[in-house]
């Protein structure tokens, strides 16, 4: 079984400029998440969809990220415009419909705002 | 607030030692609970997982978990270390019985693994 895909694996750019990631998750997986992974700490939620809705995107600087999850399968996360704060890895992950289903993360973009 | 405490940022222990981990939660009810391990330039891998019963869990490569109520903490255990252990490790909770909700991390313990 694939795992969850992203890409690209790493981005340079400088501030104010515009980036965006890709994910593909598991066939079959309703439920995709962005998280954004800032150095010496865990994961945290940006956004969450469930097929091609928002369940949950009470964390996403929305001024400068936006994501959309078109025909509820691949994913793009955008930002526009870049701070350095921004300097993360963003993870993608994907998990079935029940609650106790295992959330699959992929390897993840590390980008870095100079 | 919901959130995890994970008191030691590193650790290093030596091959073949044994290895605990700890992890605190703070949480209404008792939460789902997750152990996951990431090495360098790759994603997040689920080692175990606790959502009710048994309160020994037992993971993949070798790793185990006690859940102790009293103590609100979900521990992880590893009775003898090999090098290519040597990573971050995630405790991670979420709401029980709530389908899809996201998971809430710790800050992570790098382990480092002396020969």
């Known amino acids: 079984e694939a795992g969850v895909a992203q890409s690209p694996r790493y981005k340079i750019i400088e501030k104010r400029q515009s980036v965006a990631f890709w994910c593909n998750p598991i066939?079959?997986?309703?439920?995709l998440y962005w998280y954004q992974q800032i150095l010496g700490q865990g994961p945290k939620l940006l956004i969450q969809?469930?097929?091609?809705?928002?369940?949950?995107d009470s964390q996403l600087p929305k001024d400068r990220f936006s994501a959309e999850r078109l025909k509820g399968v691949d994913s793009t996360l955008k930002i526009q415009p870049a701070k350095l704060e921004d300097s993360a890895v963003y993870l993608c992950?994907?998990?079935?419909?029940?609650?106790?289903?295992?959330?699959?993360f992929g390897p993840g973009t590390r980008l870095t705002v100079l | 607030a919901q959130s995890v405490t994970q008191p030691d940022i590193h650790i290093t222990v030596s091959e073949g030692a044994s290895l605990e981990l700890r992890c605190n939660y703070s949480?209404?009810?008792?939460?789902?609970l997750f152990w996951y391990v990431q090495s360098p330039g790759q994603g997040l891998q689920l080692l175990l997982k606790?959502?009710?019963?048994?309160?020994l869990v037992q993971g993949i490569k070798g790793f185990e978990a006690e859940f102790k109520r009293s103590q609100s903490s979900f521990n992880l255990r590893k009775p003898s270390v090999h090098w290519s252990d040597a990573a971050e490790y995630f405790c991670?909770?979420?709401?029980?019985?709530?389908?899809?909700?996201?998971?809430?991390f710790g800050k992570g313990t790098t382990l480092s693994v002396s020969s």
């Open positions: 992950a994907s998990r079935g419909l029940l609650s106790t289903d295992t959330q699959y």
């Open positions: 066939s079959g997986h309703a439920t």
């Open positions: 969809f469930q097929n091609n809705g928002v369940v949950d």
């Open positions: 949480y209404g009810a008792t939460p789902y």
């Open positions: 606790y959502f009710s019963g048994d309160t």
């Open positions: 991670a909770v979420a709401p029980p019985n709530q389908a899809g909700t996201a998971l809430i």
